[in-house]
């Protein structure tokens, strides 16, 4: 079991920059592959990135393509999502989640393909 706490959220301009960070702890952190997903109010929860496990396959949901960035630290723990050219409707609670699935695929970009999930953290950009 892995658990996943998400940090990094807050308030930013439009045109402006967030990185957010998820740390996780339990077992070894390089089993997982790694997703970030994001959900504004009354909208259903939408991909933004994944990353396999020791990084040499990333994605990107369409809206995020071009300006955010994934990576995974497999010593500290953690993976990051780097958000640049920051949009109003890029505002949500962003969440991170853990999959042991295997071998890294398309279905990285679904919920369903994830066992565990941060609490999330809240992402605001003002216009």
């Known amino acids: 079991q892995v658990q996943l706490v998400e940090s990094g959220g807050g308030l930013a301009q439009a045109g402006g920059s967030l990185r957010l960070s998820c740390a996780a702890s339990?077992?070894?952190?390089?089993?997982?592959?790694m997703g970030w997903f994001r959900q504004a109010p009354g909208k259903e929860r939408e991909f933004v990135a994944a990353?396999?496990?020791?990084?040499?396959?990333?994605d990107f949901g369409d809206s995020v393509k071009g300006r955010f960035t994934i990576s995974r630290d497999n010593v500290k723990n953690t993976v990051y999502l780097q958000m640049n050219s920051l949009k109003p409707e890029d505002t949500a609670v962003y969440y991170c989640?853990?999959?042991?699935?295997?071998?890294?695929?398309?279905?990285?970009?679904?919920?369903?393909?994830?066992?565990?999930w941060g609490q999330g953290t809240q992402v605001t950009v003002s216009s």
């Open positions: 990353i396999s496990r020791f990084g040499g396959n990333t």
């Open positions: 989640a853990a999959t042991l699935q295997l071998p890294y695929s398309t279905a990285y970009y679904s919920p369903a393909t994830y066992t565990y």
């Open positions: 339990g077992r070894t952190f390089s089993s997982y592959g």
